[in-house]
């Protein structure tokens, strides 16, 4: 992997002030922050359920200045644990790739 966190990498942003955690795909990576095409990690779940049923949901663009960041993780399989993209795709029965 050259780049890790390239643009079109899936990603895992951990941020501070108030805590949460965001999931997608990266748009940009500057100095400034990140973009990102993605959903709060709470709402996975419903995103993907509403995905299996059809509904017209589309994930979010959003940007978080980089005093926000804590960590930006690559969302990759570790082993026999599979990436969120990996839970994502069984639970929602499309990629989430396709959506974003």
């Known amino acids: 992997m050259d780049d890790p966190f390239a643009p079109g990498s899936v990603v895992i942003v951990t941020l501070n002030v108030p805590r949460e955690k965001f999931w997608g795909i990266l748009l940009a990576l500057s100095?400034?922050?990140a973009s990102l095409r993605g959903i709060d990690l709470n709402?996975?779940?419903d995103f993907a359920r509403q995905v299996r049923e059809g509904?017209?949901?589309n994930a979010n663009v959003v940007f978080f200045p980089m005093h926000r960041i804590e960590r930006i993780e690559?969302?990759?399989?570790n082993g026999e644990i599979p990436s969120l993209q990996e839970r994502f795709e069984n639970?929602?029965?499309r990629a989430f790739a396709l959506l974003a």
């Open 91 to 93: 639970k929602a029965g």
């Open 74 to 77: 690559c969302d990759a399989r």
């Open 55 to 57: 509904d017209q949901v």
């Open 43 to 45: 709402s996975i779940d």
């Open 31 to 33: 100095p400034a922050g």
